[in-house]
């Protein structure tokens, strides 16, 4: 699972990592920061030594209370929709509308006609074909954060499966893992307007993660 960025070890195994070193202060509050600093800068006795420790442990006590989701990139599921295509072929595609859940991005997209129960996740699309072929109807394609549908998601609401692409932008820039097909073929590109490698996904309602190839660095895809 080595793209599962966001979650990582309890919080005192960062904080114990960054008595390390300087660069990894960062992480901390600055007011922690500094009196960790003070006590490495002053202290050649046991006396010191051990209010630095103290310190260390006393942050590593307090962070989770004080920092309780600084470390965690909180999962978004957005829909956009295609209202136009450029002479180019480029989807000129509405502001996303997000949502913490992936049933509310499903609601939206459908229009209704697809609830699925609050606390359903992207897997859904990886694990049931009923949904996976509902969505279809009315997405060119859903992309996932993660492997296996997990994470955030976005999801490109239209019908026209005629090749127009969509550019990532800075919200998905080099993110996407996997990816659920509402139309034949999705082609992942490395750079903006179709640009670079590409990695296809294809079949309509299959979803697919994305190979060493393209995982974490398509800019565009386009849908046919
Ligand atoms: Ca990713």
Known sequence: MEDRHSTGGPPHTTLVCSSIGPSSYEHSEPSSSKQQSTGVVTTDGGTMNRTFVTAIVMVAVLSPAIQPAADVREETH?????????????????????????????ADASDGTLMLPASTRGAVMFADIDVAEAASSFTLGIHFDYFDGGGSSISISGTSCSGGWWNTGTAWHDR?????????????????????????TKGVGTRDNLTSYLNNKADSVSYN
Do not use: K, Q, W
């Open 78 to 106: 957005c829909v956009v929709d295609v209202i136009g295509e450029r002479a180019d072929g480029e989807l000129i595609v509405s502001e996303p509308r997000c949502y913490g859940t992936f049933a509310g991005a499903m």
């Open 176 to 200: 996407i893992s996997s990816t659920y097909n509402g139309c034949a073929r999705l082609r992942h590109y490395t750079n903006a307007n179709m640009g670079g490698s590409f990695e296809d």
